[in-house]
């Protein structure tokens, strides 16, 4: 798959958030990159090879006073495990939506815990 496909797959992702929730992203940028990098992987205590499909790295909305004048967080989509990990473009699609949707998810604060139990409710 091209980057310039992966990158339109990523927008539709975003777009599938619903509104509510897209309005309230604050001071946020979300990125592509190929792989986790070594530094990633350490920042989530994980060895090289692990399938890391994103990555949320900042201050979530619910930890945030006195909150000003500060780079952006960072929602990064790693496209080779996806690519990897999917059988065919509509997979990728879902696995790119999900991913979205569960980084943004610890924008807002949640947890792992948490964010498997809504994932759990939202595929029922």
């Known amino acids: 798959m091209t980057e310039n496909k992966f990158r339109e797959i990523v927008k539709q992702g975003i777009e599938a958030i619903p509104e509510r929730f897209l309005e309230k992203l604050k001071n946020i940028d979300i990125v592509i990159e190929d792989e986790p990098s070594s530094y990633q992987l350490s920042k989530l205590n994980v060895r090289k090879g692990s399938f890391i499909l994103g990555l949320y790295e900042g201050v979530p909305q619910t930890n945030r006073w006195h909150y000003g004048q500060v780079l952006p967080d960072k929602i990064t989509?790693?496209?080779?495990p996806i690519t990897k990990m999917a059988r065919s473009e509509q997979e990728v699609k879902e696995i790119v939506k999900n991913t979205v949707w569960h980084?943004?998810?610890?924008?807002?604060?949640m947890d792992?815990?948490?964010?498997?139990?809504?994932?759990?409710?939202?595929?029922?």
């Open 77 to 80: 989509i790693f496209r080779k």
């Open 112 to 124: 792992e815990r948490r964010i498997r139990r809504a994932e759990i409710k939202r595929k029922i």
């Open 103 to 109: 980084e943004i998810a610890h924008h807002f604060g």
